[in-house]
């Protein structure tokens, strides 16, 4: 177990997270009122009892979970995670899978995003990255936590477990003049065949990972200098919840969020720094309708026939903006997670 002094740490992270954390305390306490029952599939282990106020159930039904600093031990993340999984009969009947994540909006995200407009997770790790340093970005994607700081590095190393997003990835990288290697696989697994690197940066992965805690322990491990991790403060498909109970009657987790994410790596004696903002993240998305209703449609586990109701359920959120198709939630804040090594 590594162990680092918190204190200073601890004021830090209280001063970044002031302003929104008071917000959406307000929030919790309010919607405390008014608790109602609900049908889970599976336990909940650190789930807290709240519900929405019935007026805004009609669309995003998922309660807002308030910000707290409760204890998440690795397995509590793990038995809240497998709060997520599908039920079986669900998937059987699922004619594709609800798994796996469509190219096109990585690509156009990474496409579009404007050269030196960095997010706030981007900075944290650019002003750990010395000039011509490496970088390590796990799950990568379409590379969007990392080409933004290819001027100042030599090298990125992306992994991920898809071959496709690796692939594009690396035409990416070649669009942009960024040195890039790629490692397929599943991480931590693939860890011994990843190279050590400056910043080790990792965005919307975690809520991917059921076995945090050792994920987290090799990105440490794989670190000179800082860890980079964005997430968003509820699982990104927490927006989805009333789709879930429109078309299955199912009831979705609103746990784990950043903020367990946060205590358990804090747990693990990790000088863990967090701030959570509005979104400032770029946003991609399909030239095609019906690709970006379809995107929806198989992660509900729905045949096509089904794209018509789909398109309905989703209203105003389904956008036309700057030529893209997309699918816009409510949006939530940003949480960004980081640490530095020699700490
Ligand atoms: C939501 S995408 C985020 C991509 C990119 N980091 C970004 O911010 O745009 C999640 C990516 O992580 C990959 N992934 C999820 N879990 C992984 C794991 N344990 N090891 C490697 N890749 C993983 C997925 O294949 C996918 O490319």
């Not at 389904?318 to 090594?341: C, E, G, M, N």
């Amino acid at each position: 177990m590594i162990q680092f002094p918190l204190d200073e740490v601890a004021r830090s992270d209280e001063r970044a997270r002031a302003t929104e954390d008071l917000k959406t305390e307000r929030e919790g306490h309010e919607m405390a009122r008014h608790p109602r029952p609900r049908k889970r599939h599976g336990s909940v282990v650190c789930s807290r009892k709240v519900a929405a106020p019935a007026q805004s159930r009609s669309r995003d039904r998922t309660p807002l979970s308030p910000s707290h600093d409760r204890p998440v031990n690795p397995q509590q993340w793990r038995d809240a995670m497998q709060t997520w999984a599908l039920p079986e009969s669900i998937l059987a009947a699922a004619p594709e899978s609800p798994w796996g994540f469509p190219i096109e909006p990585f690509r156009t995200r990474v496409e579009r995003a404007k050269p030196g407009d960095l997010s706030f997770a981007n900075r944290r790790a650019l002003e750990a990255l010395p000039e011509h340093g490496t970088v390590l970005d796990i799950g990568v994607g379409s590379g969007a936590a990392s080409l933004p700081l290819h001027p100042r590095c030599s090298l990125i190393v992306g992994v991920d477990a898809s071959a496709a997003l690796l692939a594009e990835f690396r035409r990416q990288a070649r669009r942009v003049g960024a040195g890039a290697r790629t490692v397929r696989g599943t991480w931590p697994d693939v860890q011994r065949r990843t190279p050590v690197a400056d910043v080790v940066v990792c965005n919307h992965v975690v809520y991917n990972v059921g076995d945090l805690a050792p994920f987290a322990l090799a990105l440490h491990r794989r670190a000179r200098q800082r860890v980079v991790l964005e997430l968003t403060r509820r699982h990104p498909t927490s927006w989805m919840a009333d789709l879930w109970l429109r078309f299955h009657d199912l009831e979705r987790p609103v746990r784990p969020d950043a903020a367990d994410a946060f205590s358990l790596l804090r747990g693990l004696g990790l000088p863990v720094r967090r701030r959570s903002a509005s979104s400032d993240r770029g946003a991609g998305g399909f030239s095609r309708r019906e690709d970006a209703v379809a995107s929806i449609r198989r992660r509900l586990c729905l045949d096509a026939s089904r794209d018509p109701e789909v398109a309905e359920a989703l209203g105003d959120r389904l956008v036309h903006a700057d030529a893209l198709w997309a699918v816009r939630p409510p949006s939530q804040p940003i949480v960004t997670l980081w640490w530095d090594v020699g700490e």
